[in-house]
């Protein structure tokens, strides 16, 4: 009796062919997952490092949404640094070609939800751009957007413009590892822009001197 139940309890223990496979592809999943983690860091340190050395503002501002659309898998990506006045001193854009920027028209306003995150200057994550209620919309030469990940660029705690990302290329939504990846790169871009502001300012002054 005793043999017969030790071999009852072996057989038992042995996983099934469905739960080795179901194993397998865990281990496969947890593998990708990590693999796409230390690719998104190597980037943003990448990224970074790209800013803290050009100290030329346009080159900074361009390397700033040229570098943040990739980093999360965007198919477009924008910058926009606002005046005094709430509107778009600055917009620049990644994704778009010259011929598309100027099929759209005059740069943004500040309306609907650019104007929201303007004012808020929080994170917003919205999965539906058309079916919020304070879209505005878009002219009607503008490329097709759906989702919407924005981030504040702060510099001491004050914003100094947003970037905005849209429409993962892999037709999934932007997601909390999104939002805190671009919030990281947001706070290195604050950084540069600063650096290259003050580095503007600076050669003023040598040539006014």
Same mark, same amino acid.
């Given at each position: 009796?005793?043999?017969?139940?030790? %071999? %009852?309890?072996?057989?038992?223990?042995?996983? %099934?062919?469905?739960?080795?496979?179901?194993?397998?592809?865990?281990?496969?999943?947890?593998?990708?997952?990590?693999?796409?983690?230390?690719?998104?860091?190597?980037?943003?340190? %990448?990224?970074?490092?790209?800013?803290?050395?050009?100290?030329?503002?346009?080159?900074?501002?361009?390397?700033?949404?040229?570098?943040?659309?990739?980093?999360?898998?965007?198919? !477009?990506?924008?910058?926009?640094?606002?005046?005094?006045?709430?509107?778009?001193?600055?917009?620049?854009?990644?994704?778009?070609?010259?011929?598309?920027?100027?099929?759209?028209?005059?740069?943004?306003?500040?309306?609907?939800?650019?104007?929201?995150?303007?004012?808020?200057?929080?994170?917003?994550?919205?999965?539906?751009?058309?079916?919020?209620?304070?879209?505005?919309?878009?002219?009607?030469?503008?490329?097709?957007?759906?989702?919407?990940?924005?981030?504040?660029?702060?510099?001491?705690?004050?914003?100094?413009?947003?970037? !905005?990302?849209?429409?993962?290329?892999?037709?999934?939504?932007?997601?909390?590892?999104?939002?805190?990846?671009?919030?990281?790169?947001?706070?290195?871009?604050?950084?540069?822009?600063?650096?290259?502001?003050?580095?503007?300012?600076?050669?003023?002054?040598?040539?006014?001197?």
């Amino acid at each position: 009796m005793e043999r017969a139940t030790a %071999t %009852t309890s072996t057989s038992r223990d042995t996983p %099934t062919p469905e739960q080795f496979a179901a194993a397998i592809r865990e281990a496969e999943d947890w593998a990708a997952a990590a693999n796409e983690a230390r690719r998104r860091l190597e980037a943003l340190d %990448t990224a970074t490092v790209a800013i803290s050395q050009e100290l030329s503002l346009e080159r900074v501002l361009q390397i700033i949404v040229d570098s943040v659309r990739p980093l999360v898998g965007a198919r !477009y990506a924008a910058l926009g640094i606002p005046d005094d006045h709430g509107s778009m001193e600055r917009f620049i854009t990644s994704g778009i070609s010259e011929q598309g920027r100027a099929a759209i028209g005059p740069p943004p306003r500040g309306k609907g939800l650019l104007a929201v995150s303007l004012r808020d200057s929080d994170t917003l994550r919205i999965d539906d751009i058309a079916a919020d209620p304070r879209s505005a919309g878009f002219p009607p030469e503008h490329p097709r957007m759906k989702t919407l990940l924005s981030v504040p660029v702060k510099v001491e705690g004050r914003a100094i413009g947003n970037l !905005y990302l849209t429409d993962r290329l892999d037709g999934q939504l932007f997601n909390e590892d999104d939002e805190r990846l671009v919030e990281s790169f947001a706070r290195h871009a604050g950084l540069g822009i600063h650096n290259a502001r003050m580095h503007e300012e600076l050669r003023q002054l040598a040539v006014l001197q």
